[in-house]
């Protein structure tokens, strides 16, 4: 195996043992179905040392242009600017569309956290893609239905067979070890007022469809120490976790609709 790929296969350990890694993205719909995409990219300096080592001098900011493609047909570049601090690196980039029924949101990280060339990355491990997709109806109100990525769910939770006490505290302090200050999430803001919808987390006109602090969920002993007692979740004992922990939100509605008006 070449030097560069071998070494492309711990990446993703690098970017979560390096302690920094947030990706953001919100979805803002107006009430005629066009919009825009806000997503926002930082990591911390040990990732962008590797991305200078195996991004054989790419054009970042070409590749950044070219991910409107990834987000659906009709998704146009607008801009993008640096991220620039004394320990992140990053980007913020907008995208547009005239409808958000041709969207689609990929919730794989790795598609905005890229290191080495087009060939390593193809020779590589990749994550699964996961995507949001949407139906819109312009009205009064306007109707939004967010698809969630389907998978199957257990009815009844499974749980693990118990291990000693002293190889779960090591798998613990593994975790601890890999996550860091991980943050990433998917946020829906619709224009106006809100006037129904079903959605699990929503404050004014902002939905949440995924939101995860890994930093205030190692804070939480409990947390890592219970969901890892389930080879198999079930949809009430998922909400019941996410009730008591309150660092990490993820939408388990398949479909979540927002009925909204100027």
């Keep these: 195996m070449h030097l560069r790929s071998f070494c492309l296969m711990f990446l993703p350990l690098a970017f979560l043992a390096s302690g ?17 995409i806000e997503e926002t990219v930082t990591y911390g300096k040990s990732i962008a040392i590797l991305k200078e080592v195996f991004d054989e001098k790419e054009d970042e900011w070409s ?22 601090s004394r320990d992140s690196r990053g980007h913020r980039a907008i ?3 005239t409808d958000i029924n041709t969207v689609r949101l990929n919730q794989n990280p790795d598609r905005v956290v890229s290191t080495g060339s087009k060939k390593t990355r193809s020779e590589g491990p990749k ?8 139906r819109f109806s312009k009205g009064q109100p306007s109707r939004l239905t967010i698809l969630m990525p389907q998978e199957k769910r257990a009815e009844v939770s499974v ?12 798998g613990l302090d593994l975790a601890r070890w890999l996550v860091g200050d991980l943050e990433l999430s998917t946020t829906v803001e619709v224009e106006g007022r809100v006037m129904e919808s079903n959605a699990s987390f929503r404050k004014g006109s902002v939905i949440t469809l995924f939101a995860i602090n890994l930093d205030d969920l190692l804070d939480s002993e ?15 004992d998922a909400k019941r976790l996410m009730k008591k922990y309150p660092g990490i939100k993820v939408e388990l ?7 909204f008006r100027k």
């Design 20 to 36: 920094c890694l947030q990706v953001h993205t919100v979805v803002k719909v107006n009430t005629d179905g066009s919009g825009t």
């Design 63 to 84: 590749e950044v242009r070219d991910r409107s493609r990834s987000y659906g047909e009709g998704v146009t570049f607008v801009s993008s600017s640096r991220i620039r």
């Design 95 to 97: 995208f547009a569309f």
């Design 127 to 134: 994550m699964k893609d996961e995507y949001v997709t949407f």
């Design 159 to 170: 749980k693990k067979e118990r291990k000693s006490r002293s190889r779960d505290d090591e």
């Design 222 to 236: 409990g947390f890592l120490q219970e969901a890892s007692e389930y080879e198999e979740i079930s949809l009430s």
């Design 253 to 259: 509605n398949r479909e979540v609709s927002v009925s």
